[in-house]
């Protein structure tokens, strides 16, 4: 692997993002390759957001979401496993791996195993290398910031 | 609705091999509603296809994309025009009606399908959508208590179950229900089963697509110089 991994992680509000916050609480150490984009529930989650982080270079992608039978809005995250699995099809018939994108659940109390998922998820691309469509690092930041500008325009448009 | 479904990335890439500049366009009606070709499905194929292209070094071709309310229709085709100058090719991710559309309007245009446009169908559930009518031009639904022996009778059948209706079953596919199973059923709710004991003469079929391609003609909304074809 030529350049540090860059993975992007689209967190549910109500426990992911919860969790990575209180993963900093408890100041546990996982790799600061992760950037976090917060969305309201993984139900909101496009299959185009996901192909759009991999376009722009990233080199892994993680959805995390509430426990099963745990979602704030009833099955956002059944639904958002079900757009997770028809990304990876996609990856696969676009030619990258689909192991760089993984779902996950977790509860807002699990501050440890937000760290595990981003250190599972760093290994695992370090061992695949980097995304064939990496762009140079700073474009990558730059395309990682401008989604997270717009989760957080379209998040506080839902709050008005 | 028309119901459609996606080509594989690898089979859209290859068609446009020999092209620099693509425009993708969406149908904003039945391919919409079937999750195949609106704008949603657009963009992630937009997104699908330039990462493909990327990864067999073709990065330089261009992808964009954008959506029209309906394919199949001029008028909506317009605003669709003062784009495509600018394009050498067009992927069209409408029915079959929608990408011909498009050919017969910009004759000096490649037009490739994104899509495999399958059958008029209905939604039967979340994701799921099965074939209703094959359109014949010869409705006979009112004999068949609403349930159309050619669309769903595997064999076309018109006087009654083959020999392969297993517990209401197809024998052509376990998961596909006898259409002449569905016709009796319903014919026994309705009370007019005696109506299947007369023999059905055959079907006549010069209202169908033997006869090259159809048309419908209503006369009174053709105005004159408007009917350019």
Redesign the interface.
């Known amino acids: 692997m030529n350049e540090e991994p860059l993975i992007l992680a689209f967190c549910c509000h109500y426990c992911a993002y919860a969790a990575a916050d209180l993963a900093g609480s408890m100041r546990l150490q996982y790799p600061g390759n992760v950037r976090v984009l917060r969305l309201p529930c993984t139900g909101k989650l496009?299959?185009?957001y996901i192909?759009?982080a991999?376009?722009r270079g990233v080199d892994g992608v993680i959805v995390a979401g509430c426990l099963e039978g745990g979602c704030h809005f009833m099955e956002g995250n059944l639904r958002a496993r079900r757009r997770v699995e028809r990304a990876r099809q996609?990856l696969a018939?676009?030619?990258?791996e689909p192991e760089r994108l993984e779902m996950f659940n977790l509860s807002s109390a699990e501050g440890t195993r937000f760290a595990e998922i981003a250190t599972t998820m760093v290994e695992r691309v370090q061992r695949l290398g980097n995304n064939?469509?990496r762009l140079d690092p700073k474009r990558i930041e730059h395309g990682v910031q401008e989604i997270s500008r717009q989760a957080e325009v379209m998040l506080a448009g839902e709050k008005q | 609705m028309i119901v459609a479904d996606r080509k594989?990335?690898?089979e859209i890439r290859d068609m446009i091999k020999d092209h620099r500049r693509v425009l993708l366009v969406g149908c904003g009606t039945c391919v919409t509603v079937c999750l195949a070709g609106g704008e949603?499905e657009v963009?992630?194929l937009g997104?699908?296809l330039?990462?493909?292209l990327?990864?067999q070094n073709r990065g330089d071709v261009v992808v964009d994309e954008c959506t029209i309310e309906r394919q199949c229709e001029d008028a909506f085709i317009d605003l669709l025009a003062p784009r495509v100058s600018g394009y050498d090719a067009i992927c069209s991710l409408g029915c079959g009606a929608g990408v011909q559309a498009l050919a017969e309007r910009f004759p000096k245009m490649p037009v490739y399908p994104g899509l495999n446009t399958q059958f008029m169908g209905i939604l039967e559930s979340q994701g799921v959508w099965t074939e209703m009518c094959s359109g014949c031009g010869n409705c006979r639904l009112g004999e068949f208590a609403g349930i159309c022996p050619i669309t769903r009778c595997a064999k076309r059948l018109f006087n009654g179950p083959c020999g392969g209706s297993r517990d209401g079953k197809c024998e052509v596919h376990p998961d596909l229900c006898c259409g002449w199973q569905l016709i009796c059923d319903r014919a026994v709710n309705l009370g007019i089963l005696d109506q299947f004991e007369r023999i059905v003469p055959p079907h006549d079929w010069s209202t169908g697509l033997d006869g090259g391609p159809r048309k419908v003609v209503r006369e009174d909304q053709c105005i004159a110089g408007l009917c350019s074809r």
């Open positions: 496009e299959v185009n192909l759009a991999f376009e996609l018939e676009i030619g990258l064939p469509l | 594989k990335i690898s949603r963009g992630i997104s699908a330039r990462m493909a990327r990864l």
